[in-house]
């Protein structure tokens, strides 16, 4: 059974950068079967696709957020990252890590998800 | 950009009562539209793909039809686990991936 684990900080200041981890059981990024996203989901509205990473290292932004974002694998570690950087307040998020079937989804595999604040 | 745009926001049913959810693009996916459900506190849990294609694991009384800019998502009889919100999502214009607005579907 694949599962995915979201791991980082829960409060980051303003104009600093957001990081965040998602590690990856029971299945191997390396086997190249699929697409790793990060999504995310401000309190009590929807979801918003940020960007994946294939386990060569491409990847693919949302053109919405694309000059803050960098997505990253460690395929050794069976992990893949995100960072954004100069956050505002309207990044605070649930940010989920999930597995895409192809490279834009659908999504079969979530984590549980991680709630960031940015507050000073 | 696609815009996904679904309807009704809150979709009041009893248990036992059919429920009909509609998500409309505003360009054609073709078939390459996802339902989602999620529960308060959950992530979203993949109901449907490719339209019609039910996941692993998904009951028969979710079914997805539609195709092009029209979608539905019909519950054929609610049960008390299905109250929650569900979400559809195209992957076929991309980036970036788009998904709908929501609707909740509460206990009438």
């Known amino acids: 059974q694949v599962q995915l684990q979201e791991s980082g900080p829960g409060l980051v200041k303003p104009s600093q950068t957001l990081s965040l981890t998602c590690t990856v059981s029971?299945?191997?990024?390396?086997?190249?079967?699929?697409?790793w996203s990060w999504i995310r989901q401000p309190p009590g509205k929807g979801l918003e696709w940020i960007g994946y990473?294939?386990?060569?290292?491409?990847?693919y932004y949302n053109p919405s957020l694309k000059s803050r974002v960098t997505i990253s694998v460690d395929t050794s570690k069976n992990q893949f990252s995100l960072k954004l950087s100069s956050v505002t307040a309207a990044d605070t998020a649930v940010y989920y890590c999930?597995?895409?079937?192809?490279?834009?989804?659908?999504?079969?595999?979530w984590g549980q998800g991680t709630l960031v604040t940015v507050s000073s | 950009e696609i815009v996904m745009t679904q309807s009704p926001a809150t979709l009041s049913v009893s248990p036992g009562e059919r429920a009909t959810l509609s998500c409309r693009a505003s360009?054609?996916?073709?078939?390459?539209l996802a339902w989602y459900q999620q529960k308060p506190g959950q992530a979203p849990r993949l109901l449907i793909y490719g339209a019609s294609t039910r996941a692993t694991g998904i009951p028969a009384r979710f079914s997805g039809s539609g195709s092009g800019t029209e979608f539905t998502l019909t519950i054929s009889s609610l049960q008390s686990e299905d109250f929650a919100v569900y979400y559809c999502?195209?992957?076929?214009?991309?980036?970036?991936?788009?998904f709908g607005g929501g609707t909740k579907v509460e206990i009438k």
């Open positions: 990473i294939y386990y060569s290292g491409s990847t």
């Open positions: 029971g299945g191997s990024i390396s086997s190249g079967d699929y697409y």
């Open positions: 999502q195209q992957y076929n214009n991309w980036p970036p991936v788009t």
């Open positions: 999930a597995r895409g079937i192809a490279a834009a989804g659908p999504f079969d595999y």
């Open positions: 360009q054609s996916v073709s078939s390459n």
